[in-house]
């Protein structure tokens, strides 16, 4: 059920398009502890609980190697938000701030990263430990983690 919470003081939507000019493929759901967004926490811990991705066919392939990384960078689709606020209120204290200013799930289109400890890899599961997304949040993405990757394709002038 998209959020469509009263707006607070100051905040600003605007009038937007129903988004066509990108089709995003799902690969996996994201199971965590939290079934409300208030007990979610803004940000991933690397203490916080274990939580599972799994990783829909027929994506599993897409894994091979990634059991090499400690941490990986993880990209969902905060599909509970909504999605027309220029100016937002996080703290309701009348302070306002741009949505690109800010981390909120509130934003045009709501791609939450983290990275995350990645504690285990069997079959189509992976167990990690840093999220800070609802149970059944849409999975788009999986990437290694940008320090400990180094490049499989040859170098390129600049890099
Ligand atoms: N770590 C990500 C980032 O920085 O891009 C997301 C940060 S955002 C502040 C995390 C908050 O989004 C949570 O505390 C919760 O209130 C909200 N949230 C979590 N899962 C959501 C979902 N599936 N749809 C909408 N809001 C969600």
């Not at 502890?33 to 939580?51: L, N």
């Not at 306002?96 to 995350?116: C, D, E, H, K």
């Amino acid at each position: 059920m998209p959020d469509q919470q009263t707006i607070r003081d100051g905040e600003q939507s605007v009038e937007t398009d129903h988004p066509t000019d990108a089709a995003l493929r799902f690969i996996g759901r994201i199971n965590t502890p939290w079934r409300r967004r208030a007990d979610c926490p803004r940000q991933g811990r690397p203490d916080g609980p274990e939580c599972t991705i799994e990783i829909f066919e027929p994506w599993g392939p897409a894994l091979r190697g990634l059991e090499r990384y400690d941490r990986i960078e993880v990209l969902y689709w905060l599909h509970h938000s909504r999605r027309d606020l220029v100016l937002q209120n996080p703290a309701h204290d009348g302070q306002l701030f741009g949505t690109f200013a800010l981390r909120s799930p509130v934003r045009p289109n709501p791609i939450g990263t983290a990275m995350v400890s990645l504690v285990a890899l069997q079959g189509l599961l992976l167990t990690v430990r840093g999220l800070d997304c609802l149970d059944g949040t849409p999975l788009v993405d999986i990437k290694p983690d940008r320090c400990a990757f180094s490049p499989k394709a040859p170098p390129k002038p600049g890099s």
